[in-house]
């Protein structure tokens, strides 16, 4: 003598009974939680550790991460390096015409130094736990200025960043026209070093 909601809430205590055990089978298969989709031949993942670095120099290294050897990375305005200098080296003024540069540090102790097109300059260090930051086709040159090894993740906006050195500038122009511009006498960087390619890196003289 059930009224018709005593007698569907009876059914549905019953039916959840029913249940309970092939619910439990299915959630006990192996496998349960895998994804359905096909898995995908490109991955997200980049290890650093596993390359050898494209720049190799008695004062550090950089390793590049870009379009050609992390295609994820194609199409999506994004590219990173691995920076490592000795105590004292020099990432060589340079600047990136086709990207903006975001650093940072994993190890040691860091000085970033930033020309400005107002004819103004920072330099500050830049330690683990803090970023730096250039615009793009600011100059800029890092320095490590500890007694220890230092790290720093370099980010990019582009896939394939531009990078133009002091030496590259200095290989590719006549020497007087570095002669004039710094007001030196004729002939006084005839001894100078200029370059036949990007020096990157450099150690104190």
Not at 116 to 145: K, M, R, W
Not at 153 to 174: C, E, K, Q, R, W
């Amino acid at each position: 003598h059930m009224n018709r909601r005593e007698l569907v809430g009876a059914a549905g205590v019953v039916a959840a009974a029913g249940l309970a055990p092939a619910v439990a089978a299915a959630a006990a298969k192996p496998g349960h939680e895998a994804p359905t989709l096909p898995k995908s031949d490109e991955s997200n993942k980049f290890d650093f550790a596993r390359m050898e670095p494209q720049v190799v120099r008695p004062g550090g290294t950089v390793k590049e991460c870009t379009g050609k050897n992390f295609p994820v990375l194609v199409d999506n305005d994004a590219a990173s390096f691995l920076l490592v200098l000795e105590p004292g080296a020099v990432r060589e003024p340079h600047w990136h015409p086709n990207a903006w540069e975001l650093d940072v540090p994993l190890s040691g102790r860091g000085r970033l130094g930033v020309a400005n097109p107002d004819d103004t300059f920072s330099v500050q260090e830049i330690l683990p736990g803090q970023i730096g930051f250039i615009p793009q086709g600011y100059a800029h040159y890092i320095e490590n200025v500890g007694s220890e090894e230092m790290r720093w993740v370099v980010v990019f906006n582009n896939t394939y960043p531009d990078d133009i050195g002091l030496s590259t500038t200095f290989a590719g122009m006549p020497t007087h026209t570095f002669t004039d511009t710094f007001g030196l006498p004729k002939g006084a960087l005839a001894r100078a070093d200029k370059p036949d390619h990007t020096l990157f890196i450099v150690e104190p003289s």
